[in-house]
T-cell receptor, first 113, second 112 residues
Framework: SQTIHQWPATLVQPVGSPLSLECTVEGTSNPNLYWYRQAAGRGLQLLFYSIGIGQISSEVPQNLSASRPQDRQFILSSKKLLLSDSGFYLC????????????FGPGTRLTVL | GEDVEQSLFLSVREGDSSVINCTYTDSSSTYLYWYKQEPGAGLQLLTYIFSNMDMKQDQRLTVLLNKKDKHLSLRIADTQTGDSAIYFCAEPFTGGGNKLTFGTGTQLKVEL
């Protein structure tokens, strides 16, 4: 069966520091991968998605970047965090078939102080 | 653009039925989804319905689809305290690309 991991689970970082969040998927190959941010425990904002290694689509202009160095690894990064980067970051994968269903990781709670 | 709309809050008593409603945007959506998010956790895919169906039942969950009105609902029978969570409906993004558009989420509170 497929599983998706995210780490760290929680992170407190000062403004201006760098960021690296990691997401890995097991039990599938060539998944579509997604990074979302959820602010104030409600709406989901799609940040990036990827259909393959090195193929990243950015959905909104922002202070963040994403990379996919391996088939089942998706990394969210920033060179200098802003206060507004605080939130709950969710990684998801999809098999890319016609159903479009997505499966989510446990999330990372980021607090920028 | 149009939003996938849900009411923000719903409060029910334990043992009652809960009905969570969603209005989606694209009448050509093939699959529609319901997700559950417990506090501090990721989203869990609860169920989905294919657009050629008008009802799907899975144990305590019943999904109703009204394509004419672009209305989707999730009924939870015999609601338990463990059902307290935020529920999101989702539809395929109208621009394609294997993306989903999520609703605003409905927070369900189950009271004793």
């Amino acid at each position: 069966s497929q599983t998706i991991h995210q780490w760290p689970a929680t992170l407190v970082q000062p403004v201006g520091s760098p960021l690296s969040l990691e997401c890995t998927v097991e039990g599938t190959s060539n998944p579509n991968l997604y990074w979302y941010r959820q602010a104030a425990g409600r709406g989901l904002q799609l940040l990036f998605y990827s259909i393959g290694i090195g193929q990243i689509s950015s959905e909104v202009p922002q202070n963040l970047s994403a990379s996919r160095p391996q088939d089942r690894q998706f990394i969210l990064s920033s060179k200098k965090l802003l206060l507004s980067d605080s939130g709950f970051y969710l990684c998801a994968w999809s098999p890319g078939t016609g159903k479009n269903e997505q499966f989510f990781g446990p999330g990372t709670r980021l607090t920028v102080l | 653009g149009e939003d996938v709309e849900q009411s923000l809050f719903l409060s029910v008593r334990e043992g009652d039925s809960s009905v969570i409603n969603c209005t989606y945007t694209d009448s050509s959506s093939t699959y529609l989804y319901w997700y559950k998010q417990e506090p501090g956790a990721g989203l869990q895919l609860l169920t989905y319905i294919f657009s050629n169906m008008d009802m799907k039942q899975d144990q305590r969950l019943t999904v109703l689809l009204n394509k004419k009105d672009k209305h989707l609902s999730l009924r939870i029978a015999d609601t338990q305290t463990g059902d307290s969570a935020i529920y999101f409906c989702a539809e395929p993004f109208t621009g394609g690309g294997n993306k989903l558009t999520f609703g605003t989420g409905t927070q369900l509170k189950v009271e004793l």
